[in-house]
């Protein structure tokens, strides 16, 4: 996966992130269906290793940023490039 940079001020400190994925799951009859979602489990500094303590828009911002870095992967896993 491509790095993930977070601003802090007028700098942006790239981050190390290990979440969980869950794919879009469409209803059926006998199922629920599931919506896309990512659970972030822990971030700390690249450079460091220090682990970050977020607030919950921070948490939110990253969780973002790692859904379209993963829409990103699959287009490109399915057209071979990005799409505009």
Partial sequence: MDAIYLENGDEEIEIDVDFDYEPH???TRHYPG???SVAINYVCIAETKA???LIGT???EIA???L???HEEQEYA???YMMD
Avoid: Q, T
């Fill in 78 to 80: 399915a057209y071979g």
């Fill in 68 to 70: 379209d870095l993963i």
């Fill in 34 to 36: 599931n919506s896309e």
């Fill in 51 to 53: 682990e970050l303590c």
């Fill in 58 to 60: 921070a948490e939110d």
């Fill in 64 to 66: 973002e940023k790692v």
């Fill in 25 to 27: 799951e469409a209803m």
